[in-house]
T-cell receptor
Framework: EDQVTQSPEALRLQEGESSSLNCSYT??????LFWYRQDPGKGPEFLFT???AGEEKEKERLKATLTKKESFLHITAPKPEDSATYLC???????????FGGGTRLMVKP | EAQVTQNPRYLITVTGKKLTVTCSQN?????MSWYRQDPGLGLRQIYY???????DKGDVPEGYKVSRKEKRNFPLILESPSPNQTSLYFC???????????FGQGTRLTVV
């Protein structure tokens, strides 16, 4: 059974204070690892897909990396508008659906 | 504009009264799915559909039904809602085999 664990559950940062969010996963065969952003009262919004260990992707202040057991979402010099819940999910070769982690709620104070 | 539309956005109902949450997409995706989101439990898949007339159970299908008679529509049916089905529900299209999924705005359901 696929498992996805995100840490920390909540993270409070000052504006400009860089940090990382962790996503640990267990799958039989990783087809893709996804990062989504979710704002309160809205549906998740796609950020990145990573397919193989060593892969990295960047978008503005966000950078996602992937190893064989975990993924990190690095946030460089965050701004208050980066405040949201960040969700990690995996798609297993053996299955037909996404499995999500519990999410990390990020709060960036000005 | 590419979108996934859910209706209603908010619903309060009583135990046992059948209800349907509609979901429609205009992106021509074959794969559609339903999730529920609960505090501390994250997003959990209820049902998914690989194509018209092809549906299958996700992780938490008990108490739910779905149908896929057209490519664009994927309604979620609660035949006899119970209070433990109070949750935030999301419909999504795409996301199959490692591709991007697009989510609707969500439906907040309260069963009293």
């Amino acid at each position: 059974e696929d498992q996805v664990t995100q840490s920390p559950e909540a993270l409070r940062l000052q504006e400009g204070e860089s940090s990382s969010l962790n996503c640990s996963y267990t799958v039989s065969g990783l087809r893709g690892l996804f990062w989504y952003r979710q704002d309160p009262g809205k549906g998740p919004e796609f950020l990145f897909t990573l397919y193989s260990a060593g892969e990295e992707k960047e978008k503005e202040r966000l950078k996602a990396t992937l190893t064989k057991k975990e993924s990190f979402l690095h946030i460089t010099a965050p701004k208050p508008e980066d405040s949201a819940t960040y969700l990690c999910a995996v798609w297993d070769y053996a299955g037909n659906m996404l499995t999500f982690g519990g999410g990390t709620r990020l709060m960036v104070k000005p | 504009e590419a979108q996934v539309t859910q209706n209603p956005r908010y619903l309060i109902t009583v135990t046992g009264k059948k209800l349907t949450v509609t979901c429609s997409q205009n992106m021509n995706h074959e794969y559609m799915s339903w999730y529920r989101q609960d505090p501390g439990l994250g997003l959990r898949q209820i049902y998914y559909s690989m194509n018209v007339e092809v549906t299958d159970k996700g992780d938490v299908p008990e108490g739910y039904k779905v149908s896929r008679k057209e490519k664009r529509n994927f309604p979620l049916i609660l035949e006899s809602p119970s209070p433990n089905q109070t949750s935030l529900y999301f419909c999504a299209c795409g996301g199959v085999f490692g591709t991007e999924a697009f989510f609707g705005q969500g439906t907040r359901l309260t069963v009293v």
